[in-house]
């Protein structure tokens, strides 16, 4: 069986088993098996893999990373999501795309700079909770590896570099007001009160420009008050979408709102921040010298979590993702599994 079959029968294998985010149990139990069945060192953290050729983690500086976990399977499917299909130059599954074909790739990537006698400072963690950003994926398992200083992110990019990317806060408003009766047009309605700052929201502007990424958006997605017709509501809760980039951060973006609105805003979280390559870093030339087309991704990934410089590149394309048949080519496993070695040999070699 040579490498790529290997692997696409790892990924046909690993799609069968149901892994929606915050249940990965099964699919990391047979992962775990698996990768210890081909001589690698896997210690399992919840359900994150940590896995290395032998080395210890712990004094890794270079991070492989991609997730188990998948989205619940959306309307539209015409195959079972859980019965993968290899047919037709592709593999048809929930997950393929986003982001099991990154997974098996880096694996055999990693096998690759083991069996090369370069893996001595790279560490492989396949994560889990990646899809819900939760608390027990990638950010459990960091603190076990302290000496980290770059991260390869797998996620569907065509297997172009993603350097930068766009961050995610979410804002829960309160606008208030005096309750009465609306017959008698009392009190403050606080509806307006929310119109008025929803309109300030709407007409921001920001003239400081990011190389990669698109300008701050913020979205009023969600709205809530009253309760009856004849009441003056007092209360109008609304949630605001925020994405932030590189020269806007989520804790700058959040001061502006706040001058400019009277409603009270409160941030569910503030840890998915936008990242940015540093232009001067390594990563950079070994861009350059394979000829790659590095971008700003709108999308979010793990790369939001990490506090040190990263990229995100994989098989596949973004637009795929949590679709019904999502699918990932054969021929782009069999480029990204070369592609991937090219760029991790230049990037440890320091070229």
Not at 39 to 60: E, Q, W
Not at 141 to 165: C, I, K, Y
Not at 223 to 247: L, M, W, Y
């Amino acid at each position: 069986m040579t490498v790529l079959e290997k692997h696409i029968d790892l990924l046909v294998q690993t799609l069968a088993i149901p892994a929606m985010s915050r249940n990965e149990e099964t699919r990391a139990a047979f992962l775990e098996h698996w990768l210890g069945k081909q001589g690698f060192t896997v210690t399992r953290h919840r359900n994150n893999l940590v896995i290395t050729g032998g080395n210890d983690p712990a004094k890794a500086t270079l991070l492989l990373n991609s997730h188990m976990d998948t989205v619940a399977p959306v309307a539209g499917w015409t195959t079972d999501p859980y019965l993968p299909v290899n047919g037709n130059g592709r593999i048809t599954g929930l997950g393929s795309n986003d982001a099991g074909a990154s997974v098996v790739c880096l694996i055999a990537a990693y096998r690759h700079l083991v069996e090369k006698g370069m893996a001595d400072q790279v560490v492989l963690v396949i994560s889990t909770e990646e899809e819900v950003s939760g608390t027990h994926g990638i950010t459990s398992v960091l603190p076990l590896l302290p000496g980290l200083e770059f991260a390869v992110v797998g996620e569907p990019t065509g297997m172009q570099p993603a350097v930068a990317e766009r961050g995610l806060m979410v804002l829960d408003a309160a606008a208030s007001g005096i309750s009465g009766h609306a017959a008698r047009e009392e009190g403050e309605n606080a509806i307006y009160h929310a119109i008025d700052d929803i309109q300030k929201i709407r007409g921001l502007k920001f003239n400081e420009y990011s190389d990669w990424l698109w300008d701050p958006s913020v979205s009023v997605t969600m709205i809530q008050a009253g309760t009856g017709h004849n009441v003056v509501p007092d209360t109008c809760e609304f949630v605001i979408d925020v994405r932030s980039n590189d020269k806007y951060t989520n804790e700058r973006l959040l001061e502006i709102m706040k001058a400019e609105c009277a409603s009270h805003l409160v941030p569910r979280s503030m840890r998915l921040r936008s990242s940015s390559l540093p232009r001067e870093h390594p990563a950079f030339r070994v861009i350059e010298t394979l000829g790659m087309q590095p971008f700003g991704s709108p999308t979010l990934s793990d790369m939001a979590l990490l506090n040190f410089p990263a990229v995100k590149i994989g098989p596949g394309d973004s637009a795929r993702s949590h679709t019904a048949n999502e699918y990932i080519f054969i021929s782009e496993i069999e480029e990204a599994i070369d592609r991937y070695a090219a760029f991790l040999e230049l990037l440890i070699n320091g070229t």
